[in-house]
């Protein structure tokens, strides 16, 4: 299969299917942003609940906290985004579009391949005319606080989450009294004003990180950042993202944020190359560090009665809720053929898969097949409500119809209520990946659909 119809073919289900929508579109569209549908917010959904219950509620060492978007400009100071969160850009003389310099010299870019590469890195990708000189272009969103729009009401939208973390560390020290090692989460928006959003959710200016900021002793850090290493396969794995698919790159010196002294990118084979879709940083203490001086606050912590306070280093999961939600659509994007037919289906893991059942009366002209399916219905949507699984009901069209869509959208069984049920309380349940069918009594459907 042709790698860029892949691409197409994911953003077209998506939108036909309600998954995701670009973003303002019946304005013609915003750049950079797109909209989630009611299926995609359950992917969502799925994707930031499985994350919060493995790294969080499911341990005793992590504190969860849900900090303000907009931040003080003097975290932003002191944090060095304000000065230093920048990628280099790059504008042709000719047509004045801008890149990021990156991109212009990479030699996959066609243009002019017979010049070499230095030579090629300053011809426009876009129309060949030649390209200025690199300056550097800050990422973050400025905006104004309040009605006085002066350098005094600047504030920023926070590039990434971690920064609502430093913030609150002394809070969450003096509520709880954790004892080293520990981690703070957040999931949560984050903005960036990027200079060539593309490759459909891959890079958008608003997108949305899981983030963990987890504080070690100085000398833990090469275990624990190994331990993280390892958690972020059981996350992958959990969710159905094939290993195979992913690999890591140990980031190198000069390469790295500028907090950041070791830093390793879990990249992802996306059709449109090996991406970058999870990041691990060592943050040592710079950011406490930082805040601490910026502020005058004393970040430091007692790890041990009686002896002097540390300020603790820290290792840094950072997820991206929007990438994982495009490796899943890339890892689960079939087609093959099923009884003599093509079908195009989404093979989501139980674990994320936006609806977990389908509910459907084999006509839906007979009043008593009708009452009987949503009877079942009815019965399935409550005791699968705990275990956090969404039934969906559908008559709409014939049978293989309802197949083809609950396919598309990735659903895992399909039920159906037919005249035998109104006899012996038995329905069919019919696989998605293989299109077998079983007969089961009603009663069985709650284990065989949370197994
Ligand atoms: P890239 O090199 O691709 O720009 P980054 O190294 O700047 O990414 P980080 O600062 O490490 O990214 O951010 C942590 C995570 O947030 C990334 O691994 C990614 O999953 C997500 N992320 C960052 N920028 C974007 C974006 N523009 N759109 C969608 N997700 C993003």
Redesign the pocket.
């Known amino acids: 299969m042709n790698e860029e119809t892949i691409m197409d073919k994911i953003v077209s289900l998506s939108k036909r299917r309600g998954f995701i929508y670009p973003g303002s579109e019946i304005y013609g569209g915003l750049s950079g942003t797109w909209d989630y549908g009611p299926l995609g917010v359950a992917l969502k959904n799925n994707i930031r609940n499985l994350w919060w219950r493995m790294f969080v509620e499911d341990r005793d060492d992590m504190y969860g906290i849900d900090a303000a978007i907009l931040m003080n400009k003097k975290a932003w100071e002191a944090s060095g985004h304000v000065t230093g969160f920048s990628d280099p850009l790059i504008e042709c003389k000719k047509c004045k579009r801008r890149f990021r310099t990156d991109q212009v010299s990479d030699p996959s870019t066609p243009f002019d391949k017979t010049q070499d590469k230095s030579l090629r890195a300053r011809k426009c990708p876009e129309c060949g005319g030649s390209l200025g000189d690199t300056r550097q272009f800050n990422m973050m969103f400025k905006t104004h606080i309040g009605a006085a729009e002066d350098e005094s009401s600047v504030s920023y939208l926070r590039p990434?989450t971690a920064g609502g973390i430093f913030v609150n560390f002394k809070n969450v020290v003096d509520s709880f009294h954790p004892k080293l090692p520990f981690g703070l989460a957040q999931v949560g928006k984050a903005f960036?004003n990027?200079i060539a959003p593309r490759d459909f959710i891959?890079?958008?200016r608003e997108?949305e990180?899981m983030e963990i900021e987890y504080f070690v002793r100085p000398g833990d850090w090469e275990e624990k950042f190994e331990e993280w290493r390892s958690q972020v396969y059981r996350y992958t794995d959990a969710i159905g993202i094939p290993r195979a698919l992913v690999h890591e790159l140990e980031v190198p010196d000069g390469e790295r944020?500028h907090y950041s002294e070791r830093t390793i990118d879990f990249e992802f084979d996306f059709p449109f190359g090996r991406?970058?879709?999870?990041?691990l940083a060592y943050r040592t203490d710079f950011d406490l560090s930082a805040h601490s001086r910026a502020s005058g606050v004393n970040l430091q912590m007692v790890d041990e009665e009686g002896k002097a306070p540390i300020t603790p280093h820290v290792i840094e999961p950072?997820?991206?809720v929007?990438?994982t939600f495009l490796a899943l659509l890339v890892s689960a994007y079939t087609e093959d053929e099923l009884g003599g037919e093509k079908r195009t289906y989404l093979k989501f893991n139980k674990a994320v898969a936006p609806i977990k059942a389908a509910v459907f009366p084999l006509l839906k002209n007979k009043p008593p097949l009708v009452a009987k399916a949503r009877e079942v219905y009815a019965v399935l949507k409550n005791t699968s409500r705990s275990a956090g699984c969404r039934i969906m009901w559908d008559d709409n069209g014939n049978i293989g119809k309802r197949y083809r869509r609950q396919d598309e959208i990735g659903t895992p069984v399909c039920i159906t209520v037919d005249f035998q049920t109104l006899e012996d309380d038995t329905v069919t349940v019919r696989s998605r990946d293989t299109g077998e069918q079983i007969r089961v009594t009603s009663s069985e459907l709650p284990n065989l659909i949370s197994s």
């Not at 991406?275 to 990041?279: I, N």
């Open positions: 990434e960036r990027e891959f890079r958008v997108f990180q944020a991406k970058e879709l999870y990041g950072s997820f991206g929007d990438r």
